[in-house]
């Protein structure tokens, strides 16, 4: 079992800066992916970046240029630097672990996820 767990949310300013750190209970290259994802209320969960076991990164088209993800293996931790936040940044923010073993099959491990506020 995987454990996921999310932390850094709260109400930030538009124009502000968050960063959201991804506790992962296993060495945080080992994953296949780790990505963050997002849902504001009345929408459905979005993709917000990923990052690869190669560092390969991906990011959606709203928050390029602004938000980075990174990995942190001292911390075991993914992390998400939000900068310059907008209103329509804020959801709850989720953590998303992929492992994939030696069949090639994907497991999906989800934090609880942690609420962004931009607001002023």
């Known amino acids: 079992q995987v454990q996921v767990v999310e932390s850094g949310g709260g109400l930030v300013q538009p124009g502000g800066s968050l960063r959201l750190s991804c506790a992962t209970s296993r060495n945080i290259f080992s994953f296949y992916k780790m990505g963050w994802y997002r849902q504001a209320p009345g929408k459905e969960r979005e993709l917000v970046a990923t990052?690869?076991?190669?560092?390969?990164?991906n990011y959606a088209d709203s928050v390029k240029g602004r938000f980075t993800i990174s990995r942190d293996g001292s911390k075991n931790t993914a992390n998400l630097q939000m900068n310059s936040l907008k209103p329509e940044d804020t959801a709850v923010y989720y953590c998303?672990?992929?492992?994939?073993?030696?069949?090639?099959?994907?497991?999906?491990?989800w934090g609880q996820g942690t609420q962004v506020t931009v607001s002023s």
């Open positions: 990052i690869t076991r190669d560092g390969i990164t």
């Open positions: 998303n672990a992929v492992v994939r073993d030696y069949t090639f099959t994907l497991y999906d491990y």
